[in-house]
């Protein structure tokens, strides 16, 4: 249920979200253990934004920025890549862009 809701939303959801949408079918916990392994397996991506954290589901990681004023978010393509790093593997980054939409503005 928590990848079928990811595949239909094409936005970030925290696991909140998630499981309010998901009417409480699965518990909280639950939910974050699931995500955890999908983020372990690499189909999720999580991401924080106003010190929360996000999923979404996508085949390559990408950040959003969101709308200070309205919380409306936009897709914004990522073209960091970090290979060959001297003593590190699996690495991972985040980035929080935020602003103000033109509707707001």
Known sequence: MVLDLLKKKHEPL???????????KVDLASIYRI??????????????????????????????VICKKCGHTECVPCKHIFKNIKNFSKISHNLTISGICNKCS
């Open 14 to 24: 925290s696991a909140k979200q998630i499981h309010k949408k998901l009417k409480q």
């Open 35 to 64: 995500l955890s392994l999908f983020k372990e397996i690499g189909i999720v991506f999580e991401e924080r934004m106003d010190s929360k954290e996000y999923f979404y589901l996508e085949e390559k990681q990408h950040h959003h």
